[in-house]
């Protein structure tokens, strides 16, 4: 009778570690269709002058210099490479943006993978390209492309650009990827839902393969 007992008793207590600590590698289902049903163009079509007039009322003056843009940093929060999106080495511009909209590109980043993880997709970083400029950044920037605004409402710490184009995997070892194409899809879906509750403007911009936007006073 003892040795059931004991028996008996072991069986229960592996029972309640396999309960308490199931398996860490969840099986994924299979990968759903990914499709975005509008237009990049259309939806996305909100131009410079609703982009600089918004970035005015909200945001910092701009700044001159690097050197000028310490003392402005102090009023915007420094964005780093984190566990929803990457920073990209930015070169004509600086990593800070005004709280505002600091949290709406933490949101993009979180709703894109919420996103990915409901359609049974391997999970992606979005790509932060550019970020807040100062005066000679955009000067420098006006050189080379001549097509760049001089009123850029990147001189605001409201705006930031994330690339269609380019997105960093997570984890590399999962063998499934999902296109270029499609992670595009998934990124827009997530941009029009946040477009159509106001929290943004954007512009979908075709030569530099990203999305232009800037952060909105939804009240």
């Given at each position: ?13 592996a ?6 600590f ?18 990049y163009?259309?939806d ?10 918004e ?30 999106y ?10 800070y ?11 993009i980043?979180?709703?894109?993978q ?59 070892k ?9 992670l ?12 159509r ?23």
């Amino acid at each position: 009778m003892m040795k059931y007992t004991i028996n008996a008793l072991l069986l229960l207590i592996a029972f309640s570690v396999v309960t308490a600590f199931p398996s860490c590698k969840e099986k994924r289902g299979e990968l759903k269709r990914i499709w975005y049903d509008g237009s990049y163009n259309r939806d996305f079509k909100d131009l410079n002058d609703v982009h600089l007039a918004e970035a005015q009322r909200l945001g910092i003056e701009p700044v001159s210099s690097r050197e000028e843009a310490e003392k402005a940093s102090k009023k915007m929060e420094e964005i780093e490479t984190n566990d929803y999106y990457e920073v990209e080495e930015l070169k004509h511009s600086i990593p800070y943006l005004i709280p505002q909209a600091a949290d709406l590109l933490e949101d993009i980043g979180k709703n894109f993978q919420d996103s990915l993880y409901n359609l049974n997709a391997p999970k992606y970083k979005i790509l932060v390209t550019s970020v807040t400029r100062t005066v000679d950044d955009v000067k420098r920037l006006k050189r080379r492309n001549f097509n760049s605004s001089v009123n850029s409402a990147h001189q605001y710490g409201t705006t930031f650009d994330v690339s269609w184009a380019r997105y960093t995997k997570i984890d590399e070892k999962d063998t499934l990827n999902i296109d270029k194409d499609r992670l595009k899809m998934v990124l827009a879906s997530v941009l029009r839902d946040l477009h159509r509750q106001n929290r943004c403007f954007i512009k979908h911009e075709r030569k530099q393969g990203c999305f232009h936007i800037t952060v909105r006073d939804a009240n």
